[in-house]
């Protein structure tokens, strides 16, 4: 979207009765010479130390010249020489609570960015695990006013096709009517501050002739940066009049916009990834197909029905993933099988290892790769190519081993004679424990026999 000149406008103006100001506008001052003391906590101790312990011991100095022990005799004398002993004493203790307190204000200061940033680090592992820009635009909000106190945040995405901001996530205590109230000129705002680049700071005029408050009291927003232009932005909200937002505050939430943009753009590309990874898949299984001539469809099959199977085992997430892509690509090395000699025995039990060969150099397929060499292991141990024998075969090749032969058995697109689902059923409680894995076969037999496989 191309850059150009906006304001607000009356609407938001009359709306917020506020001034914008940018955040780190003041001018940043010379850098300073060397000095003895380069930071103020170290200036303040010292001055503390000199007013509470040389300036008493000078004192006391003084008053032992001034009155010599011999004239102790005199009242007077040693009145004066009581009340500078307990004056010293008196200055000393001040001073030295006076620098407590300094101390346990800085060390609270210390405590609290630490705080922050661990909150920060923690924030960070979580965008990282965000698959889509949603994810990572809930998880912003919630680390903005955990940060901060804040009443409310938003985060608003640039859109894909028009170009235009939307409101990507919401969280706060004020309800929907706050949020209604704060669209308009959050919009504008938003869009003034990603074309600066820079975060700003909305702050509401004083109220006078007895006005009613603005629905915002003070609000951050803050860019979040992208490859070529700043992607959206982070708005934060405080309702209460008394409330603002320190240096500290815009610096922490600054780092969060960075944290958000850096994850926006890895869910971005992941979304890319997993749509080519589909798409590139698809093209390959429909290759197979072509390439073969015969048992159209195969591969589809398989993975629907090493799918349900695999939910049944009660699989996760990710091994579901891997196993549906392993089903959809097991046959993948046929494609470097001659056609003329897909039927002779020694050439097909070759393509396990030309499946695996051509996948686990792709990045996008090496998890998947060690599937597709092991579909034709045998739970005993005499399958091929490598011989393994039980737990040795990956769970997900024991289960599309399964899918395939049962597939293979049924469907009317094999160059084998297709036979009846029972048929194929006692086949498999034959190969039990032999061929295929017999819990894998227990799960496949029971859903098969609650009709959760259609035979079309």
Not at 47 to 53: A, V
Not at 94 to 112: G, I, K, N, P, Q
Not at 141 to 170: I, M, P, W, Y
């Amino acid at each position: 979207m191309q850059a150009k000149a906006i304001s607000m406008s009356d609407a938001a103006r009359n709306h917020a009765d506020a001034r914008l100001s940018w955040a780190g506008d003041a001018p940043k001052p010379a850098a300073d010479p060397v000095r003895f003391f380069p930071h103020e906590l170290d200036r303040t101790a010292f001055i503390l130390y000199f007013l509470g312990g040389v300036v008493p011991l000078v004192a006391l100095g003084v008053v032992i010249e001034r009155y010599q022990v011999t004239s102790m005799s005199d009242v007077f004398s040693l009145v004066v020489l009581l009340g500078s002993f307990l004056s010293i004493g008196m200055l000393s203790l001040c001073c030295f609570l006076l620098l407590r307190r300094t101390m346990s204000r800085a060390l609270r200061r210390v405590a609290e960015s630490n705080e922050r940033l661990s909150n920060l680090l923690t924030i960070s592992q979580n965008l990282s695990t965000a698959h889509h820009e949603n994810d990572a635009s809930v998880t912003v909000v919630h680390a903005a006013v955990g940060l901060t106190n804040a009443r409310a945040a938003c985060v608003f995405l640039r859109g894909k096709q028009d170009g235009e901001f939307q409101l990507s996530a919401s969280v706060g205590a004020s309800g929907e009517g706050l949020k209604e109230s704060l669209i308009e000129p959050l919009h504008e705002l938003v869009e003034l501050v990603t074309i600066e680049g820079r975060p700003a700071i909305l702050q509401p005029k004083a109220k006078t002739d007895g006005r009613v408050a603005p629905a915002i009291a003070t609000a951050a927003i803050i860019p979040l940066g992208g490859e070529e232009a700043c992607c959206g932005a982070l708005a934060v909200i405080h309702v209460d009049e008394d409330r603002s937002f320190s240096t500290t505050e815009i610096n922490a939430l600054s780092a969060l916009a960075g944290l958000a943009s850096v994850a926006t753009n890895n869910a971005e590309l992941r979304s890319l990834q997993r749509n080519f990874f589909t798409h590139v898949t698809d093209i390959l299984v429909s290759a197979i197909d072509v390439h073969l001539g015969y048992h159209k469809g195969h591969g589809h099959r398989v993975a629907l029905l090493a799918n349900r199977l695999g939910h049944r085992l009660e699989l996760g997430e990710a091994q579901l993933e891997r196993l549906h892509f392993g089903a959809l690509l097991h046959d993948i090395g046929m494609l470097k099988v001659d056609r003329t000699t897909a039927h002779d025995a020694v050439a097909c039990r070759k393509h396990p290892t030309h499946g695996y060969r051509m996948l686990s150099g792709i990045r996008l397929w090496d998890e998947v790769a060690p599937l597709v060499r092991h579909h034709h292991e045998r739970f005993d141990g005499t399958g091929y190519p490598d011989g393994l024998a039980g737990e040795e075969i990956p769970l997900e090749a024991r289960i599309i081993a399964l899918c395939e032969a049962f597939d293979s058995m049924t469907s009317s697109t094999s160059y084998k004679e297709p036979v009846s689902f029972d048929a194929a059923a006692s086949e498999i409680r034959a190969g039990s424990g032999t061929q295929f894995d017999p819990v894998v076969a227990k799960a496949f037999l029971e859903i098969l026999e609650q009709g959760m496989i259609d035979p079309a």
